[in-house]
């Protein structure tokens, strides 16, 4: 079993930056992909980011340019850095984990960015 934790969310103006940090503890496979997820009310949860253990990156249209993923392999930790926030930002974050064999994959319990005008 997998468990992921979140950390990092929380109220920032827009136009500001935060920087998101999700840690995976349990077994854990060498080849993974971690990614970040968003979620808002009334709306399904949507795909931001995912960076695959050997390096290669992924973005959402909608974060391409001011969001960055990276991650720390010795440490089973992905961040998600976010710059020039805006509004619509703003949501539930959420970690995955997940496996060429396990697609479903485990996910973090979220972390609340809100973005203020």
């Known amino acids: 079993q997998v468990q992921l934790v979140e950390s990092g969310g929380g109220l920032v103006q827009a136009g500001g930056s935060l920087r998101l940090s999700c840690t995976a503890s349990?077994?854990?496979?060498?080849?993974?992909?971690m990614g970040w997820y968003r979620q808002t009310p009334g709306k399904q949860r949507e795909f931001l980011a995912h960076?695959?253990?050997?390096?290669?990156?992924n973005y959402a249209d909608s974060v391409k340019g001011r969001f960055t993923i990276s991650r720390d392999n010795d440490k089973n930790t992905v961040y998600l850095q976010m710059n020039s926030l805006k509004i619509e930002d703003t949501g539930v974050y959420y970690c995955?984990?997940?496996?060429?064999?396990?697609?479903?994959?485990?996910w973090g319990q979220g972390t609340q960015v809100t973005v203020s005008s």
């Open positions: 349990g077994i854990i496979s060498s080849i993974n992909t």
């Open positions: 960076a695959i253990s050997g390096g290669t990156t």
């Open positions: 995955k984990l997940y496996t060429p064999w396990n697609a479903a994959g485990f």
